[in-house]
């Protein structure tokens, strides 16, 4: 059975606080995705990566990195938490070649919430 | 700017009775569809897709429709469940790659 698990399903952090989001895929996909989901923005990328210490950003990496130092592995760095950064964070994977139509399988999600 | 919308924020249907959701699109460049559910405090997960190339694919009680020229696609649900309330999301995949709507809540009403 596939599986992409994150480390945190909720978080608590302070204004200001670095924040790590971890994300493990036991699939060997080469791809991984951090989006964001907020209500009724749905689904918005941050940053993605199409191999080992490769990354690309997203549509809003602004106030986030992203780290992916072994193929199953890949982090989520808020450098200096927001409250605007409060949101579902959901971790994906997919793989590339011959017959891949895109589709991502994501984790359960991380519900991170800055004070 | 977004490149997949959906504009029905929520649907409500009887238990039984057919969910339609809408999603339209902008990039002609996109090569697969695909539709995911979620529930809340879950991921979302896979439910069917359709390849730029075809104009229907049908999974059991689901199938998503697709106009190129309106660039427009649709998902059928039909018989609604109790089980299908939840989000569903339209996705376009370009360069591996998918770009998501906003999302729209169904609720199935016994």
């Known amino acids: 059975d596939v599986k992409v698990t994150q480390s945190s399903r909720y978080l608590v952090k302070r204004t200001g606080e670095k924040v790590f989001l971890e994300c493990v895929q036991d699939?060997?996909?080469?791809?991984m995705f951090w989006y964001r989901q907020d209500p009724g923005l749905g689904l918005r990328l941050i940053y993605f990566?199409?191999?080992?210490?490769?990354?690309e950003k997203g549509d809003i990496p602004e106030g986030y990195s992203v780290s992916r130092e072994k193929k199953e592995r890949f982090s989520l760095i808020l450098e200096s938490a927001s409250t605007n950064q409060t949101s579902m964070y959901l971790c994906?994977?997919?793989?590339?070649?011959?017959?891949?139509?895109?589709?991502?399988?994501f984790g359960e999600g991380s519900r991170l919430t800055v004070l | 700017d977004q490149q997949v919308k959906q504009n029905s924020p929520s649907l409500s249907v009887q238990e039984g009775r057919i969910s339609i959701l809408n999603c339209d699109y902008t990039?002609?460049?996109?090569?697969?569809f695909l539709w995911y559910k979620k529930y809340p405090a879950e991921g979302p997960t896979f439910l069917i897709s359709?390849?730029?190339?075809?104009d229907k694919n049908e999974d059991g009680r689901f199938t998503v429709f697709l106009n190129k020229s309106a660039k427009h696609l649709s998902l059928h649900i039909v018989p609604s469940q109790p089980g299908d309330s939840a989000v569903y999301f339209c996705?376009?995949?370009?360069?591996?790659?998918?770009?998501f709507g906003a999302g729209t809540t169904v609720t199935v009403r016994a």
């Open positions: 990566s199409y191999d080992v210490k490769m990354k």
């Open positions: 990039n002609s460049m996109f090569d697969y």
């Open positions: 996705a376009a995949s370009a360069d591996y790659k998918l770009s």
């Open positions: 994906a994977s997919s793989f590339s070649g011959v017959g891949s139509t895109g589709e991502l399988f």
């Open positions: 699939m060997d996909h080469e791809n």
């Open positions: 359709i390849s730029s190339i075809k």
